[in-house]
C-alpha cells in the first residue's frame, strides 16, 4: 500500500465514530470588532501602526511624491526601487528629488538577482488591505507592489496606503483576499524578541518601515 | 530521556535556568493579558478556532485530499510519510536531485521532531536554523527548550560567547567588538545569515496552516528569516503535520486573531507568508508539501485525547504553566515541551519509555493551561486519561498503587492512623523544622516533590493536652439548644 493509501485508511478508521459530514458545523463564524466610523477606523490603523515602530506619515494624493521622498531622505536612501505598476506621478516626483530609481530588472534582462537586490536601499510600494485593529499592510503583490523579494532585501519599505483599502479587522480583511495570489501581511518592520523577551526592531526584512496613509 | 520528575530535579537546580524563565514567562504573560484584554469576544473566538480545528480532525481524510487536489493543481508536489524515516527520506531525495549541498530552514516543530537536521547532516548537507533563537541553540550544540522562543534558557552573556566562539566555523564571524545588547545580537545574526540567504537554492519550512479549500501555505513569523527562505531559493519544501489542515479560508480570519495574541502577545505577529502552489516568476519556482503522520492518525484515534490535535503551537500553555516555569523545557525529553508536551508527547510516541510514562504526571492539574488555550485544549483532563493509561498498562504495580493500597490499610483503622501519626511527629521533632527532600519508600513520590515536615503533636496529641491543661474549658459534647448533641472527634471513635 503506498504511504498516501495507508495514511488515509488509518485516518478513516481513526474517524469511525464520527458520523457527521464534512462541512456540517454550518457557516464560519464572523468575529470580528466593527469601528464606529471610517474616520475612527482610520486613526485606529495609524495608532497601531505607530505602535509597531513603524512611521506613519498621512497626506493628501498629490502630496504622495513628497512624502515619499522625505522618508526616504530620512533614513538617508540613495537608490530606491520601484515595481513596474507603481503610480508614474510618484515615480516622476521621486526622480525629480535627485534619488536613484531603478525598476525590477537586472544585468541580464531578467529580474535583479538577490545579490543585486541586496546592494538597494530601498522599495516603494502600494499595498492591497490595512487592518486597523492589528496595525497590519497586506500586499498581494500585484504590479503595483511587485514580487515578494523586492519588499524583503532592501533594508527600508516605504508603503503607500489609500484610506479606502484600510478595513477594521482581521476577518474583513481576510474577506477582500485573493487566496490564488501570494499574500504577505506586515505589521511593522523586522523584528524579534529571542534575547531576554526584549524587542529589537530589524533582523532580516527591512529594518525600516514607513506607511504613507493617503486620504481624499 | 530519564522520567520528567528526575530531569526536573536536574534542572531545578539550574538557578539561572529557572531566574530567566520566570522572567520569560511573566513578562509573555503580561503581553498576552493586555492584548487578548483587547479582544470583547475572546471566549466566542477561542470556540470558533476549537470548531474549526474539530471539522479539519473529524474529517481528515477529506479535508486532505482537497488539500492535495487544490496544492497540486496549482503546481506544487505533494508527497505523503508514514514516519520520520519516510519523510526525511522524501527530503533528502529532493535535496540530492537538486545538487545541493545546504538548505536554509525556517524554525519547524515538524522537521525537529523528525530530527530532520541531524539525517541531512548525516548525508552531508548541512542543514541551517535562521530563526534567531534556533540558531542560537544550533550554534550551542543545545536543544530547544520553548515552542516559542527556543532559546530562553540563554541569557544575553551566554548568547554573546556563542556567537564569538562558534559563528566563525560555519560561516561569517561574529564581530570582533560585539556586546551583549540584544541589537548587537540581532544585527550578527542578520550579517552572518545574509549570505546564507542570498546564497542558498533550497529551503525547508514547515506551516502554521494548511488551507484544504484553496491549497494555501501559511507561515507566521517575526524576523523575516521565513520570508527569504520562503522567497529567495528555487526550490522550497515544506513538512507539514497532517493535523495542520484548515478547512477554509476563511478560517485565518479566526487563527489570525488566536495564534499572534496567545503566542507573542502581539496583535500580529510582524510577517506572515501565505503562498499557493507555485507563483509565475515570484517566488520558488519548485514547491513540494510534505504531509507528515508521525504517529497523529494514533492521537486521532483517542476520541477524548485528539483534541490535542488542535493544538496550534502558540506556547500559551507553558506560559502559566507553574511546573514549566521551574522546570523549563528540556525536562519533557521532546521538542515538544510544556503542558502541551505532556499530553502531546505520550500520545504520539506510546508510553513505553520512562519520559513517556512519567509526562502525565508533570502537572498539579491546576487548570491555568486550559484556560489559556486558543483552541481550549482541556489538558487538564487529558492528564488525567493518560495517568489512567499508564497505571493499567503498569498492571496495578506501580509504586503510586502501592502506596494506595497502603494509604488504604492505615486509613481503615483509626488505631493504625493514630499511630501512624505519632510516628510522623516524632519524625518532626528529630527533623526540627527541616525540610525532608526524600522518604524511603515513597521513593516515586518524593522524587518530584519536598514533603511538608510533620508537625511536633498531632491534632490528636493537642487537643487531648489542652483538656488535661484545662478540664473546664476543654468542651465535652457540644449541647445544641434542641437537645441533640454533636460529638468531637474522640467521641466519634
Redesign the interface.
Known sequence: M???E???S??????R??T????S?GE??????VGDSPGATLELFAE?VAD?RATVQRCSPADVGGVVAAALARAAAHTVLVPTGLDPAWVSSLRDSGIRVLADEGEDGG?LR??EL?GIDAVVTAARVG?A????IVLD?EPDQG???LT??PDQHVCVVRADQVVH???D???LLD????????????????????R?E?????RTLDVVLVEP | MPSFQRAAKEALANTQQRR?LA??TA??RAKRAAVVG????WE??RV?GA??K??A?????????QLETNLTA?GATV????DAD?ANRIVLDIVRAKEAQEVVKVKSMATQEIELNERLEEAGIHAWE????EL?VQLGHDRPSHIL?P??HR??AE?REIFRREMGSVGRPAPEDLTDE??R???A??LH??EK??RARVAVSGANFA?AD?G?LVVVE????G??C???PETLISVVG?EKVL????????M??LL?RSS?G???????????GV?D???PQEVHVV?L?NGR??V??D?LG?QALRCIRCSACLNVCPVYERAGGHAYGSVYPGPIGAILNPQLRGTGSEVDKSLPYASSLCGACFEACPVRIDIPTLLVHLRTQVVDEASGRSPEATSMRAAAWMFGDHRRLEAAQRAATLGGRLLGGRTLRSVPGLGAWTQARDVPTPPRETFRQWWARRRQDDPGGAPGPVRQQDGTSTTTPEEET
Open positions: 503506498s504511504a498516501r495507508e495514511i488515509l488509518r485516518l478513516r478508521t481513526a474517524t465514530d464520527v457527521t459530514p464534512a462541512g458545523r464560519i463564524p464572523r468575529i470580528a470588532t497601531n509597531y529580474p538577490a545579490d541586496d487592518i485593529t492589528t496595525g497590519t503583490h514580487r515578494r523579494a524583503l532585501v479587522d482581521v476577518p480583511a481576510v474577506a487566496p490564488s495570489r501570494p499574500l504577505t501581511w506586515i505589521s511593522g518592520p523586522s523584528a524579534t524578541s529571542d534575547i531576554e523577551l526584549d529589537v530589524g533582523v532580516h526584512g527591512p | 530567566n522572567h520569560a513578562t509573555i483587547e479582544v470583547d469576544r466566542e473566538l470558533a470548531d474549526a474539530d471539522e480532525l473529524h474529517h481528515l481524510p477529506h479535508y486532505l485530499e496549482r508527497h505523503w510519510a508514514r519516510e535562521t530563526d534567531l533563537a542560537i522562543v532559546a530562553i541569557n544575553r548568547i540584544p541589537a545580537l540581532a544585527e545574526a542578520r545569515l545574509r540567504f542570498l488551507i484553496t494555501t517575526s524576523e523575516g528569516n520570508r527569504m520562503l522567497t529567495l497532517i478547512p477554509s479560508f476563511e478560517d485565518l480570519g479566526t489570525l486573531q499572534p507573542t502581539e496583535r500580529m505577529n510582524p510577517y506572515t507568508s501565505m503562498w499557493t507563483h516568476g515570484d517566488g504531509l503522520d492518525s494514533h486521532l484515534a476520541e485528539r
